[in-house]
């Protein structure tokens, strides 16, 4: 069974809105597609698909726009050749690589974890608070990062109950970011 990972930036207050935290330098960018490279496919709810293919989509021309530096192109590249899955409720298609999950969320999830493979890797707010009150998330990384934003989405907001995590690793940021990665442990009573 591949793991089911979620990631994402958090700031220290834990807010996770896509930019509130540090600019995105070399540095991040290599580690970002690194963990990229990990997972046999992506799964986003429809806005977070939406973002990301907004931003890192190839365009039709094959020449990635002049905005992107030479630090994000292995990212934009690993992104854009990746299968996708798109939860969404309100599209009727998807396409970069994308197909559409349907019926039950926990069964389809599942179904999915069940295909053989390295992993599967969720971003963004909606879907990973479902994902995690569904049981179904097997691995947890934060890149938290050296800001108190004071607004925004916060982080698995509306978690219906707890969940105790184990550290599994850190790597730490010369931007003073650190990588903490968890899983969920087993609680006995």
């Given at each position: 069974?591949?793991?089911?990972?979620?990631?994402?930036?958090?700031?220290?207050?834990?807010?996770?809105?896509?930019?509130?935290?540090?600019?995105?330098?070399?540095e991040?960018?290599?580690?970002?597609?690194?963990?990229?490279?990990?997972?046999?496919?992506?799964?986003?709810?429809?806005?977070?698909?939406?973002?990301?293919e907004?931003?890192?989509?190839?365009?039709?021309?094959?020449?990635?726009?002049?905005?992107?530096?030479?630090?994000?192109?292995?990212?934009?590249?690993?992104?854009?050749?990746?299968?996708?899955?798109?939860?969404?409720?309100?599209?009727?298609?998807?396409?970069?690589?994308?197909?559409?999950?349907q019926?039950?969320?926990?069964?389809?999830?599942?179904?999915?974890?069940?295909?053989?493979?390295?992993?599967?890797?969720?971003g963004?707010?909606?879907?990973?608070?479902?994902?995690?009150?569904?049981?179904?998330?097997?691995?947890?990384?934060?890149?938290?990062?050296?800001?108190?934003?004071?607004?925004?989405?916060?982080?698995?907001?509306?978690?219906?109950?707890?969940?105790?995590?184990?550290?599994?690793?850190?790597?730490?940021?010369?931007?003073?970011?650190?990588?903490?990665?968890?899983?969920?442990?087993?609680?006995?009573?």
């Amino acid at each position: 069974m591949r793991p089911l990972r979620y990631a994402i930036n958090v700031t220290l207050d834990g807010c996770c809105h896509h930019e509130a935290g540090l600019p995105p330098d070399e540095e991040s960018m290599r580690y970002w597609t690194a963990q990229m490279q990990r997972a046999d496919a992506l799964l986003f709810g429809r806005v977070t698909y939406e973002m990301m293919e907004s931003a890192w989509r190839q365009p039709a021309t094959g020449v990635w726009p002049s905005w992107m530096g030479e630090s994000e192109i292995p990212f934009a590249e690993t992104i854009d050749r990746a299968q996708k899955h798109v939860v969404s409720s309100t599209l009727s298609g998807v396409d970069w690589n994308a197909e559409l999950v349907q019926g039950d969320l926990g069964q389809a999830v599942q179904r999915l974890k069940e295909e053989p493979g390295e992993g599967l890797f969720v971003g963004g707010v909606t879907l990973p608070l479902a994902l995690a009150n569904l049981g179904l998330i097997d691995e947890y990384e934060f890149v938290v990062q050296p800001v108190l934003a004071g607004h925004g989405p916060t982080l698995l907001a509306g978690l219906s109950d707890r969940i105790q995590l184990e550290l599994v690793d850190r790597q730490e940021f010369t931007s003073g970011a650190v990588s903490l990665r968890y899983r969920p442990t087993l609680v006995t009573a």
